[in-house]
C-alpha cells in the first residue's frame, strides 16, 4: 500500500497536516483533512455561517480533485460546527450551496457541534473521505 499527500496550490501551503492523503492498496481511499473557509492565505472569507460552509465544502472538493476525483466520489463527511443554532437558522441557505457542489448526491454525513475550532474566526469546518 502506498500514499500520496494531495495538497493542491489553490489552497496554499498547509501548515503542520496535509489536505489530503491518497491511499492505493488496491483501490483509492482519499482522506481530506478538515477544511474551513479559508483562501490560500489562510483568511476566513466571510463572517457569515453560509459562506463560510460553502468555502470549506468548496476546499473540500478541491482536494478531492485534486486527487482526481470529483464530488460524488465522496462517501463520508464530517461536518463541525461551533453553534447548531446558528446551522439551523440558516439551513435553506446551506442547502443550495450545498447542492450548488454536490448535487443530488448525499454521502454518509455527521454533524457535530464543538466548542471552537483552531480558528477562531472559523464556524464550521468539514472533513471527508472519497474513494476514487
Known amino acids: 500500500m502506498s500514499f500520496n499527500l494531495i495538497n493542491p496550490k489553490d489552497l496554499g501551503a498547509p501548515i503542520g497536516y496535509s489536505h489530503g492523503v ?10 481530506v ?3 474551513i473557509a ?5 483568511k476566513i472569507v466571510s463572517d457569515n455561517f453560509a ?8 476546499n473540500v472538493i478541491t482536494v478531492v480533485k485534486a486527487a482526481g476525483g470529483e464530488s460524488n ?9 461551533t453553534n ?13 450551496r450545498y447542492r450548488k457542489h454536490m ?8 454533524l457535530l457541534q464543538v466548542a471552537s475550532l483552531l480558528d477562531d474566526a472559523a464556524k464550521v469546518e468539514i472533513e471527508a473521505m472519497a474513494v476514487i
Open 73 to 81: 466520489n465522496i462517501v463520508r463527511m464530517m461536518i463541525y460546527v
Open 22 to 31: 491518497l491511499v492505493d492498496g488496491g483501490g483509492k481511499l482519499l482522506f
Open 33 to 35: 483533512a478538515g477544511q
Open 103 to 110: 448535487g443530488n448526491h448525499f454521502p454518509a454525513m455527521v
Open 38 to 42: 479559508s483562501d490560500q492565505n489562510h
Open 51 to 58: 459562506e463560510q460552509f460553502d468555502k470549506a465544502l468548496a
Open 84 to 96: 447548531k443554532h446558528e446551522y439551523l437558522a440558516q439551513t435553506m441557505a446551506v442547502g443550495i
